[in-house]
């Protein structure tokens, strides 16, 4: 199928969609296989910010599992670190993250049961000038198996739907069948797994890595031991910096109750991989931990701390009980036009907070709103 959709036909359809065509128009105009000529151009219209290139090959699912490029150019360049000659993806997708491992490696494969995505990982990898050897079968099979001659083995499996805990049985492919069929050729093996997996649920030693990408927690991949740098680790891309978990490090994080002059955002990625102490160490700083959330981790100080190592520093404007008309009337005192509500609260209450914060505000401030406790404090980003 995908052999008769040229790139010409999915430009025109992507034309057409950023010009409201509907799904009635898209048929008349794009003929024969109209629908995946349009999935591909959504997905392409969807993936802007993902990829450096506009041109990829790819459906909307393909896309979800999709290794940002910026993720998939660090990780290449971590493997070649270790002078990684070989390597297979057994679960490939659309094959952006073996694309960047094939340009670091003498030899590369891409196995997926999945014909579609096979093809659209080998018009990928045409486009970025690689050779790979792709494979369309089971990656379990034992002629698959078999067939594969790499010293590491990449898997990035997909997630079913949100369960109450994520465990490794449940990826598809299980990283434990993988483990199981491939050990025999070689004991490196990389999994991208579910960040908010818990750790004691991954029965092999080696290093997990927790990946923060432009402030959000994006990647968990776990390397086993001869891939393994550390116990734990965190990278903050795309400014490139890393923290190693280090057990000698004299414990130094203390809690405070009350804000100081600044507030420093941690990134989710060194909270769960559970640096903080090791981030402290980094600082330098007289801070203080102030907040710990799942989506939001605070320190806080009286120095006005700017590092790549945090997602944000904050000059606190003040502190006050948390009461959206209360909060309202300062901002309108102080002259800020906008508010950010950095806060745990459901979706339909946090636009219900929002709009009284931001009734009537005129300026080109912009201030941002944390909930500590009963207390509101109102910072402005250096």
Request: glycine fraction near 4%; aromatic fraction near 10%.
């Amino acid at each position: 199928m995908l052999a008769e959709i040229t790139e010409e036909k999915v430009r025109e359809a992507m034309e057409l969609i950023k010009r409201g065509f509907d799904e009635k128009k898209l048929r008349a105009r794009l003929g024969k296989n109209w629908e995946l000529i349009a999935e591909i151009a959504r997905a392409r219209i969807k993936a802007k910010d993902k990829f450096s290139r506009d041109d990829l090959w790819m459906d909307l699912e393909g896309l979800r599992y999709a290794t940002h490029e910026v993720v998939a150019k660090y990780r290449a360049e971590r493997l070649k670190e270790f002078g990684v000659r070989s390597i297979a993806d057994v679960s490939c997708g659309i094959g952006i993250q073996l694309i960047f491992y094939a340009m670091k490696v003498e030899k590369a494969y891409g196995i997926d049961i999945d014909p579609l995505k096979i093809e659209f990982a080998r018009r990928n990898a045409e486009k970025y000038g690689v050779e790979i050897e792709f494979i369309n079968a089971d990656s379990l099979a034992p002629e698959t198996v078999e067939k594969i001659d790499a010293e590491v083995i990449f898997s990035d499996p997909a997630r079913p739907p949100e369960m109450p805990e994520r465990r490794l049985e449940d990826l598809l492919p299980s990283p434990l069948e993988i483990y199981n069929a491939y050990k025999a050729k070689t004991d490196a093996f990389i999994f991208d797994l579910p960040p908010q997996m818990r750790r004691e649920r991954v029965p092999w030693k080696g290093e997990f890595e927790y990946v923060d990408l432009h402030g959000h927690l994006n990647r968990l991949t776990f390397y086993t031991e001869p891939l393994a740098k550390a116990e734990r680790s965190a990278v903050i891309l795309p400014a490139g910096v890393r923290l190693e978990s280090d057990p000698n490090l004299e414990k130094v994080v203390e809690w405070t109750e009350k804000p100081g002059q600044y507030l420093y955002e941690i990134p989710q990625a060194v909270d769960y991989a559970d640096l903080l102490n090791e981030l402290f160490h980094i600082l330098n700083g007289n801070a203080k931990m102030l907040l710990r959330e799942k989506r939001r981790v605070l320190a806080t100080g009286d120095e006005p701390i700017k590092s790549p190592y945090l997602k944000r520093t904050y000059s606190v404007v003040a502190v006050l009980p948390f009461h959206p008309v209360r909060i309202n009337d300062l901002l309108r005192r102080e002259g800020f036009g906008r508010a950010t509500l950095k806060m745990s609260v459901p979706q339909e209450e946090y636009w219900r907070i929002r709009r009284k914060i931001e009734a009537g505000l005129k300026g080109d401030r912009r201030a941002f709103v944390f909930k500590v406790g009963e207390k509101a404090v109102i910072a402005e980003a250096l």
